[in-house]
């Protein structure tokens, strides 16, 4: 009825990405300007997320001038083992907040390429380490390809991380793209206090 006053309730999932967007306002503010000049410089559509409980939840979102829909929105989530977001951050995060999350997670198919076990994603997680920056080689869907690299707060602790997403081409140096994003984490990190 008109003029009685609505009443609304917040879903839980909406006030646990609000919570999280709230935790990291101060910080958006700083990386968006950054991020969304990234997107436009490399022509990818660039995100931002953080760690909610076992999955990702992307806070943000920068696409280029010629976008190619990606099914990730500001909001959603997830799973950490097949994400190039997530494995970035698992990879650098203490050992602690890694073997919690690794065994919260159920591991489920999402495409031919999904990492399906405990042992699998440990084995990628190191091989992440090593190079800097972690890969989704089409394990969410099977057109997208995606890289990630880990954002670190002034404390050296790793806050989220940053990638860019495209559709998967054959020819498409991901090692050069990697390395792209990796330096933009880096240059964002500095910005947010860390020092190496």
């Known amino acids: 009825v008109r003029g009685e006053k609505q009443k609304f ?16 306002m101060d910080v958006l503010g700083t990386i968006e300007p950054i991020l969304k000049a ?8 660039v995100f931002y997320g953080v760690l909610s409980g076992h999955e990702v939840v992307y806070l943000c979102k920068f696409e280029p001038e010629n976008p190619i829909i990606t099914t990730a929105t500001v909001g959603a989530k997830n799973p950490v083992y097949c994400t190039s977001l ?20 159920t591991f489920r198919k999402k495409t031919e ?12 997680l190191r091989a992440v380490k090593e190079r800097g920056y972690a890969l989704d080689a089409r394990e969410v869907e099977d057109h997208m390809e995606c890289v990630g690299a880990p954002v670190y707060n002034q404390e050296g602790c790793v806050l989220g991380a940053i990638s860019a997403s495209s559709l998967y081409k ?7 793209l990697g390395k792209k994003v990796q330096k933009k984490a880096e240059e964002i990190s500095r910005v947010l206090g860390y020092t190496p």
């Not at 309730?9 to 709230?22: D, E, M």
């Open 86 to 105: 997530g494995k970035a951050i698992l990879a650098f995060a203490d050992e602690d907040t890694r073997n919690k999350v690794l065994g919260r997670i």
């Open 9 to 24: 309730t917040i879903g839980l999932a909406a006030y646990r990405i609000g919570v999280s967007y709230t935790n990291h």
């Open 113 to 124: 390429r999904t990492i399906l076990d405990r042992e699998g994603l440990e084995q990628e």
């Open 38 to 45: 990234f997107s436009r410089e490399i022509g990818k559509t």
């Open 170 to 176: 054959p020819d498409e140096d991901y090692e050069s």
